[in-house]
């Protein structure tokens, strides 16, 4: 059984989990070997995993949000309707 990128993304949560056979799991072990943007996928994927399941909280410095508001709207304020390009 020869696969492909389509057949890798369908695979990939499952892949990570260990929920594919031996079989599956070597096709997409091959595949991975010579396709770089699965390999991305694949990675970036892991890495959203581990992100996601990271219980720790970050706390935003003090005025961090007022800082933001007030730089969202001079930007918008200095652009006119529909030509906003972030800097």
Known sequence: MKIDCKHVWQHISAYID????????????????????????MDSTRNVVVLIADERVFEIPAGFSERLHRRLDAVLSESSPGSFSPT
């Open 18 to 41: 260990g929920d594919v056979d031996a079989v599956l799991r070597a096709e997409i072990d091959r595949h991975l070997e010579h396709c770089e943007i699965c390999s991305a996928v």
